[in-house]
């Protein structure tokens, strides 16, 4: 069975670029997950979908990240425009009910 | 509120010898899972192992297994027979109603050679 699928694995922006990160979950997980980890830190959740609808985005800072779930498969997030605080790792994790699975991440650094 | 503590940011362990990592967390449910992830220096999120809170039995997953204690709110993972490759830091985490994990702050073990 193949993971999450994350791309890219590394990005280097400047600040005040936008950027743009895709996850593919595992087939068949209804649920899928956007988190951001600051280095030093357990991750955060971001958002949080069941198929293509929002079920948490209360972390979300909404003035600059935005995410969507097209057809309840894979999903994109993206900053824009990009502070020096985003940088971090972002991962994506699928779900079939309570244990989440996730995938290998897309380092950001801001610069 | 639901909280997930892990009081230990680092701990040490002899190769082939047994760690503990301590967890405890705060929830008004009566019926839940925790989980402990590792999370290696590649970054990856890996599933550790799962308890489910109206099991009385102590989950045990090859040389990691949980001291789960319902009442005190308490989730240890121990490791036996520890390896190079246990070396991450690892999280416990507690998903609350919809699913929505809550993660610790992080224990780094290192495996001394």
């Known amino acids: 069975e193949a993971g999450v699928a994350q791309s890219p694995r590394y990005k280097i922006i400047e600040k005040r670029q936008s950027v743009a990160f895709w996850c593919n979950p595992i087939?068949?997980?209804?649920?899928l997950y956007w988190y951001q980890q600051i280095l030093g830190q357990g991750p955060k959740l971001l958002i949080q979908f069941q198929n293509n609808g929002v079920v948490d985005d209360s972390q979300l800072p909404k003035d600059r990240f935005s995410a969507e779930r097209l057809k309840g498969v894979d999903s994109t997030l993206k900053i824009q425009p990009a502070k020096l605080e985003d940088s971090a790792v972002y991962l994506c994790a699928s779900s079939p009910g309570s244990e989440q699975y996730f995938g290998p991440g897309t380092r950001l650094t801001v610069t | 509120a639901q909280t997930v503590t892990q009081s230990q940011p680092e701990m040490s362990v002899q190769e082939a010898e047994t760690v503990t990592l301590s967890c405890t967390y705060d929830?008004?449910?009566?019926?839940?899972?925790l989980f402990w992830y590792k999370q290696p220096p590649s970054r990856q999120m890996i599933l550790v192992i799962r308890?489910?809170?109206?099991?009385?039995q102590n989950a045990t997953e090859n040389r990691f297994s949980v001291n789960f204690q319902k009442a005190a709110k308490s989730f240890s993972l121990k490791i036996s027979d520890s390896q190079l490759g246990d070396a991450a830091m690892y999280f416990c985490a507690y998903p609350s109603g919809t699913y929505k994990y809550i993660f610790g702050t992080g224990t780094r073990l290192k495996v001394l050679a």
């Open positions: 308890q489910e809170a109206y099991k009385q």
């Open positions: 087939s068949g997980h209804a649920t």
């Open positions: 929830t008004s449910e009566s019926d839940y899972y």
